[in-house]
């Protein structure tokens, strides 16, 4: 079984400019999340998405957002790209079951943003 | 919102010694607790979890305690191998809500 893909791994942006990176969750999975990485704040949550409505979101000013298509798989997108938002955007998945394991959350191996 | 600390953020051993790292949570109402392991260049590897109706897990070298009434949970790995090297992280959940709250992770480094 294929684990979470995301795509595309490396990319280098321009600041003001806007990034778009896509994940398709493992198979089955309806729940998609997406987290921001960096050295100063760490892992930090940015949203999730289920059946291709947003649930949960973190506190990120609005340049970040996201979608989910009907296939469960995701897309976020960053506006007006800054210097501090070069980090490890990682997508995540989760089957989403009532109790029992649906709520284990697997993570993709992440796109890496550098903006300059 | 919830709150997760994390200790030690750094931690050397000599092979086949144990290792702990442990983590305390703010929000009583968090019910499930996973732990990852972060490799150089990867996305974070979910290594055991564990949830507020369980007092311990146990897989293989690895084990997870949880005790509610301190609200904090533990990794405890034991026997450890140079590949086990890496960042490990904690994470608590608020039941209800499918966001985790990270720890700042703990760099172990296992010494042959």
């Known amino acids: 079984k294929a684990g979470v893909t995301q795509t595309p791994r490396y990319l280098i942006k321009t600041r003001g400019q806007q990034v778009t990176l896509s994940c398709s969750p493992i198979?089955?999975?309806?729940?998609v999340s997406w987290y921001q990485q960096t050295p100063g704040q760490g892992l930090q949550f940015l949203f999730e998405?289920?059946?291709?409505?947003?649930?949960n979101k973190g506190n990120f000013p609005g340049r970040f957002s996201g979608r989910q298509f009907s296939n469960s798989r995701s897309e976020m997108n960053v506006s007006t790209l800054e210097l501090g938002d070069s980090a490890l955007y990682l997508c995540a998945s989760s089957l989403d079951l009532q109790g029992g394991s649906g709520n284990t959350i697997y993570f993709g191996e992440g796109s890496w943003l550098t903006v300059v | 919102g919830e709150n997760v600390e994390q200790h030690p953020s750094t931690l050397s051993v000599q092979e086949g010694d144990s290792a702990v790292i442990k983590c305390t949570y703010s929000?009583?109402?968090?019910?499930?607790f996973p732990w990852y392991k972060q490799e150089l260049g990867k996305g974070p590897q979910l290594i055991i979890d564990?949830?507020?109706?369980?007092g311990e897990k146990k897989d293989q070298r690895i084990a997870v305690t949880l005790n509610k009434t301190a609200k904090h949970f533990s990794l405890h790995i034991t026997e450890t191998q140079p590949e086990d090297s890496a960042v490990y992280f904690c994470a608590a959940t608020l039941r209800g809500r499918r966001a985790l709250t990270f720890g700042s992770g703990t760099r172990l480094q296992v010494q042959p």
């Open positions: 998405y289920f059946s291709e409505t947003q649930r």
């Open positions: 564990i949830r507020s109706n369980v």
């Open positions: 929000d009583s109402a968090s019910n499930y």
């Open positions: 198979s089955g999975h309806r729940s």
